[in-house]
DNA sequence: GCTATTTTGTACCGCACAGTAAAGATGTGG
DNA sequence: CCACATCTTTACTGTGCGGTACAAAATAGC
């Protein structure tokens, strides 16, 4: 827990944070207890599952195991932190990404992207979503109800389409070999990914354009599409 | 503005709340300078907005032209107004989900599911998201740069895609027809879709199933699916 | 008018938050 | 051993929050 930080006297105050590990230039003044490292790692956790407005500075403060000020010396406000949380979602939890693009072939890079995102969001140790959505997404701890009202109500929209669905099977309107339960997750998925589109500023246009490519591309080419 | 609200002397204080509208008992007392349901429309455009942590009761009052201690009087406390706001939606902006369930076939209920969706995502006089999933995205204003980056960085992530998507067609590896903004913003749309899954509880292998179905029907079908 | 009843306006409460000042603690270089 | 630089600890500040007490205002019934 040593390893003392070394950033040898800089003129700019900003990026003291010392990414380096072991330079061998030991600076002066009383050394720090904690590893930037597993602070920040700690820091990005608590973002991860509780938000940026959700997590407070005593949150991150416990998370971190050092105390305030310690914090603003070494990461700057909280806003700073976050940024750098960012950062280390993306090299760590996130790094699947980087794979993913590299894959051969473009089938092969979108099923890394979905099968790694799977991957990601379905471990029962991490946060249930990605930090790019659930950091602007979990709220304080005042909003858990709410929150809870949210899911169910987002549920609620779902179940009311496997009910639809399971009509239509029987209506011989879809294929047997396709659950309802799973088709209404994935319109629910493509419509909740709408939102976030939205949200990102996506114009009518381009939200049109994933509209057709998701009907042009439906499991259930075999249905009627007229009455 | 006037319509004296009714509800003759009740026993059980709440559900106060009036919703009906002209009923012919005025009940004595000062009467009601406002009008209930234009302020909970009003109430419901922000919440819609800031989401349900970022409005503060003063933006509510604000938008609803009433004071807070008439605010809690006719709705109860913050939380159950957001609760009548998610109903107000749901008859109002959302009410095209309960038309597409009612569409003949299962193709024409998902068009009308999605075609809705857009409509109502891409109207410029709305708020950029669904109440669903906005309710609990948008916070405080403090938030605000936080919010901007964490859109780039989604965005960043499309733009990284369309890179990659770009080369495969270079490559023959993707039908010149397909344009690959058009991929990109179809596969985030289902990542970030994902991502509210998990938020709401879906299991791996529930997730795995939507995976499946994406990829089984991806427009790129005609993809070699092997190095 | 007079009283009962309800709404409105103002001003306030306690609390949690992000951020900081100042003094004590712990190391390095001379 | 001593000055000096850095980190840690404690305690604090100001601000905005959700929620409310209380008195003035406005109506209905008598």
Known sequence: ????????????KLKTTSTETANST??????RSFCDQAALEAAMRVFWEKGYEGTSLTDLTEAMG??????????????ALFLKAIEQYTNGPASYLRQALAEPTAYRVIEALLRGSVKLLGDPHNPRG?????????????????KQALVAWRKHGEA????????????????AE???????????TVLNGLSIQAA????????????????????????????
Chains 1, 2 share one sequence.
């Not at 827990?1 to 700019?12: A, C, F, H, I, S």
């Not at 669905?165 to 029987?170: D, E, I, L, N, T």
């Open 66 to 79: 050092i105390n305030r000020p310690s914090l603003y010396a070494a990461f700057g406000d909280k806003e």
């Open 130 to 146: 990605c930090l790019s959505v659930q950091g602007g997404l979990a709220c304080g701890a005042a909003a858990e109800p709410v």
């Open 26 to 31: 030991p600076k002066p003044g009383r050394p």
């Open 160 to 175: 009311e389409m496997v009910k639809r669905f399971r009509r239509a099977r029987a209506e011989g309107d879809l294929p």
């Open 200 to 227: 990102n500023g996506a114009t009518k246009a381009e939200m049109t354009r994933v509209v057709e490519l998701t009907l042009r591309s439906l499991p259930t080419q075999n249905l009627s599409k007229t009455v």
């Open 178 to 188: 396709l659950d309802p339960h799973d088709l209404a997750r994935y319109i629910a």
């Open 1 to 12: 827990m040593r390893v003392p930080q070394t950033t040898k006297p800089q003129t700019t």
